[in-house]
């Protein structure tokens, strides 16, 4: 189990980096997103998918699931919901005021001879 | 701290006043507060003569971090203390020149006096320190100090060229002896220049030895302006007169030569010290001279004759070092060389001095410097023609001035070394004096040029652009004096013999101090029929003959291209290195923020790839790995199918959505994993995500009409495998090579017990790790507290923020 989902977060950060590497700033936005669902489900898979219960007491199981991976997740998603939406803004921001999205057109205009 | 140290800082001390000075008292020439104190400290280490005289030194230790052992020791020898009387001697009379020299109502005097005064104490301070981080310390404040005198006028161009030039020569030099003086620590372990002379013997076959000797003389060539780094020299005449004559004749160019002399008693005896000293020294008193001649400026002249003399005083040191390895004869038959030398040291500062002074007089008087439009003076002029022969012919080596005496021992010692057997100097001993004598002509056809094309021939008054007239009574003391001096020193050597001289040497050469712990030196004015003599009068045979047929051979000069000078060659370097470092960085400063991120993860990809290669760390392991389910299966497929669809879809909405379709497959992947608050988060973040996605949706920027479909790239292609490959790898390694079990097993039992909870993600997220909740609603707020800002606070163009 762990092997496919390694799998599958490679093909989500392959995605992302792709993602991150084109012009469009909505692209970069949305590789972003797609690169913290590939960490989340990175910090979950190491954690170990053995088989138990909810890492709830009232379940009286034998075993559980590990609670650690799970509360770090929960941190980070809530710090990349707040990170993206404010880039999000900062997008449609920068597009009302500067007219563009394309980052070849967003370089720096630091040109002193 | 003692009143020793006190006399060091005291210009620094008078510096902080200076502006005061200066602006309260505006009536008096701020010159006049300044003149006191080197009168005072010249007074003060007078006294300290008569103990150097009977071979005694004064150390009085101040400390400042002894824990490092860098500590303000100040050491009077007969070295320092010949440096501190030169320094304070000649520093009362520069600033005497300088009160008339300087308009009270034209220049800004304030600045002048506190760089003078810097420059002052940070000079003592080289000549008196023991420690070799407080020679440094004081080192690099006499070139910066050194710098701003000659960026003086920072209003003229060349000022500031010439500023800048020597500031980087000679700060590449420092820092360079800095780091002998560092390999010095690490042979002696201490940085005390006294205890490393007595740790000598075991340091010698030390591997770091010749690397702290060479980088160590890196700092004193810099500074003393030898082949190839004098060429700061003549640019630096673009400071005021008084700073030529005061730092770049007398004091700070000697700088160097104070380190090479205070780092015989270390280095000498080793050929590689001799043959450097002595080779480059020579090869300079000949490249200056020769040049010398060349220049139509009066201050180029001294410039390049500065750099002569330097060269000549630095080969007596050379050579006066190969006395420590021939230690068979004694009687002073080949330490002739280092009392030479010291003598010279003395000799070259007055008359250097005062030949600068004379310059600044013709310039102050008749507006000009160039010898091509001066002539005739001598008439106008009486006293300054007469102060500039003495120079002059105490230059050229004439009797009866006091360079004629050191000339003398100057060719003494060099023709002694064809006599000496050690250093391969069988063979090549006999250049050292054909290279001296060579130079001493052109020196004498030099010193000829400056005193007769300005003071004789046409008198040409309609290139000058005032009338001349003698100068003020004032602004000729100091060099009435320094000319006396040279006339005293030639009747009267002795009185600086072993007053002065004797004590250091003694501190050069100490290994061959006799057994009553004195040189035995005699100068006298006449010493008969000899070779020297004869050198002398071939000298002034050939320098006649050299000097009136100046115009026919002149064009010698023009064999060497002007591309190829070191000059040139300077300002190539310079050039090239910045212009190969801008190409550099825009090269791959691009602005575009895509290399950037291709830079990162490139680099990323590297750098894990090779440590994984290199330390073997990839490992597969099936044991131990969950079955997969079909479930997982599916929504795995469904994912990948997700992702796919976000990059090629053609349109931002179906973009969005196919992220919103990830990021809940995600959700449902944390069902299956058993982690409903995960699940539940996820499940309202994406939600959240996608509702702000489409709020933006109708400003958001479309996808580029004309290419709608994301832009195939191969290098970006190659990258984002590459990283993606990577992480594959690393966490499958990292799955099969678990380190140590995990701690989760106290959470599990101990959420109940102690925290009281059953939900134990929320108990960790509250309770057991409450600290990165805190800070995680703190982000929050923050980017609720952005957006909101980014939103509603505007400027306009135009607008006050």
């Known amino acids: 189990m762990e092997i496919l ?43 170990g998918l053995k088989k138990g219960a909810a890492p709830l007491l009232g379940e009286h199981a034998t ?51 | 701290m003692s009143l020793l140290h006190v006399a060091i800082i005291s210009p620094f001390l008078l510096a902080i006043l200076v502006p005061f000075l200066y ?93 003078l005064l810097m420059f002052m104490g940070a000079m003592l301070g080289v000549v008196l320190s023991d420690n070799l981080i407080v020679l440094y310390t004081f080192w690099e404040l006499t070139s910066l100090s050194s710098f701003l005198l000659i960026g003086y006028w920072y209003t003229r161009e060349k000022s500031r060229y010439g500023a800048q030039k020597s500031m980087l020569i000679t700060i590449f030099g420092g820092l360079l002896m800095l780091g002998g003086f560092v390999l010095l620590y690490m042979m002696t372990n201490t940085f005390s220049i006294r205890e490393i002379i007595t740790q000598v013997p075991d340091i ?50 000697k700088a160097g030569i ?45 410039a390049f004759s500065t750099v002569s003399q330097l060269g000549m005083i630095m080969s007596m040191l050379g050579v006066g070092s190969a006395a420590i390895a021939i230690d068979s004869i004694d009687d002073g038959f080949y330490t002739v060389a280092t009392t030479a030398a010291i003598f010279h040291l003395i000799n070259h500062a007055t008359f250097k001095g005062s030949l600068f002074m004379v310059v600044g007089i013709i310039d102050h008087e008749t507006g000009t410097r160039d010898i091509r439009k001066l002539g005739g003076l001598m008439s106008f002029m009486p006293i300054t023609f007469t102060i500039a022969i003495i120079g002059a012919f105490s230059m050229a080596g004439l009797p009866p001035f006091n360079g004629f005496l050191s000339k003398e021992m100057f060719f003494t010692s060099m023709t002694r070394v064809v006599e000496m057997d050690v250093f391969n100097l069988e063979a090549l001993g006999l250049l050292f004096p054909i290279i001296a004598w060579v130079a001493s002509i052109f020196t004498f056809i030099y010193s000829m040029v400056i005193v007769f094309k300005t ?58 101090l006799g057994d009553d712990k004195h040189f035995h030196i005699h100068i006298t004015p006449w010493h008969g029929f000899n070779l020297e003599l004869f050198m002398t009068l071939g000298v002034i045979a050939l320098g006649v003959v050299g000097y009136l047929s ?75 790995t969950a079955p997969i389910g079909i479930y997982e299966a599916v929504l795995a497929a469904v994912m990948v199918i997700g992702t796919i669809t976000v990059l090629f879809s053609k349109s931002r909405l179906t973009a969005i959505i196919a992220l919103g379709s990830v990021g809940y497959s995600l959700s449902l992947f944390f069902v299956l994993f058993r ?49 993606g490959t990577i992480v594959t790898l690393l966490a499958l390694s990292a799955n099969s090579q678990r380190v140590s079990e995990t701690i989760s097993t106290y959470f599990i039992e101990n959420s109940y017990e102690l925290a009281g909870g059953k939900n134990m993600v929320n108990v960790i997220l509250v309770d057991f790790r409450g600290f990165d909740t805190l800070f995680e609603i703190t982000v929050l707020g923050i980017a609720a507290l952005g957006i909101y800002s980014m939103i509603r606070l505007r400027v306009r163009k135009g607008e006050e923020g």
């Open chain 2, 675 to 723: 982690a409903p608050d995960l699940a539940l988060t996820q499940l309202l973040v994406e939600t959240v995500s996608v509702a702000l996605f489409l709020l933006c949706f109708y400003h958001l920027p479309e996808f580029k009409k004309k290419e709608k479909m994301l832009r195939f790239k191969l290098t970006n292609l190659i990258i984002s495998l590459g990283v």
């Open chain 2, 23 to 115: 602006k309260y008292f505006r009536t008096i020439h701020t010159g006049w507060f300044v003149l006191v104190l080197p009168v005072l400290l010249f007074a003060y280490f007078i006294q300290f003569v008569s103990t150097n005289m009977h071979g005694e030194t004064i150390t009085k230790t101040a400390n400042w971090i002894p824990s490092l052992g860098i500590n303000f020791t100040a050491y009077i020898d007969g070295l320092g203390l010949l440096f501190a009387l030169l320094i304070t001697g000649i520093g009362a009379l520069v600033v005497l020149y300088s009160i008339y020299y300087l308009s009270k109502d034209k220049e800004q005097l304030n600045t002048f006096y506190v760089y």
């Open chain 2, 550 to 624: 100046l115009s026919k051979w002149r064009s010698v000069y023009g064999l060497v291209p002007e591309k190829l000078t070191l000059n040139k060659g300077y300002d190539r370097a310079l050039f090239t290195l910045d212009k190969s470092s801008s190409t550099l960085t825009k090269f791959y400063m691009t602005g575009f923020i895509r290399d950037y991120l291709a830079y990162i993860f490139t680099f990323f990809i590297i750098l894990l790839a090779t440590s994984l290669i290199i330390t073997d760390g990839f490992e597969f392991q099936l044991a131990g």
């Open chain 2, 258 to 302: 104070y380190i090479v002399a205070r780092f015989s008693p270390i280095f000498s005896g080793t050929p590689e010290w001799f043959w450097i000293v002595s080779a480059f020294g020579i090869f300079t008193m000949f490249w200056g001279s020769f040049n010398a001649v060349k220049q139509t400026d009066l201050k180029g002249i001294l």
């Open chain 1, 5 to 47: 989902m390694s799998l599958v977060v490679g093909v989500l950060f392959t995605a992302a980096v792709y993602l991150m590497l084109s012009k469009s700033l909505l692209r970069i936005i949305i590789g972003t997103g797609l690169l913290s669902h590939g960490a989340h489900l990175l910090i979950l898979t190491m954690g």
């Open chain 2, 204 to 253: 010698t076959q030390h591997a770091l030895f010749i690397p702290a000797l060479i980088l160590i003389l890196f700092g004193a060539f810099t500074k003393s302006a030898q082949f190839p780094f004098y060429i700061w020299l003549p640019d630096a005449m673009e400071a005021p007169t008084p700073v030529s004559a005061y730092l770049h004749s007398a004091t700070m160019v």
């Open chain 2, 455 to 512: 003071f004789t021939g046409k008198f040409q008054p309609e290139k000058l652009k005032k009338k001349p007239h003698e100068a003020p009574i004032g602004m000729l003391i100091s060099p009435i004096i320094l000319a006396s001096l040279v006339f005293i020193f030639f009747f009267f050597p002795n009185i600086l013999a072993y007053t002065i001289i004797e004590p250091a040497m003694a501190s050069v050469i100490p290994s061959l």
């Open chain 1, 63 to 113: 075993s559980y699931v590990d609670p650690l991976p799970q509360a770090l997740i929960l941190t980070a998603i809530v710090i990349s919901f707040g990170v993206t939406s404010f880039f999000l803004v900062l997008a449609y921001r920068s597009y009302q005021e500067l007219g563009t999205d394309d980052m070849d057109q967003l370089r720096g205009n630091d040109q002193y001879e």
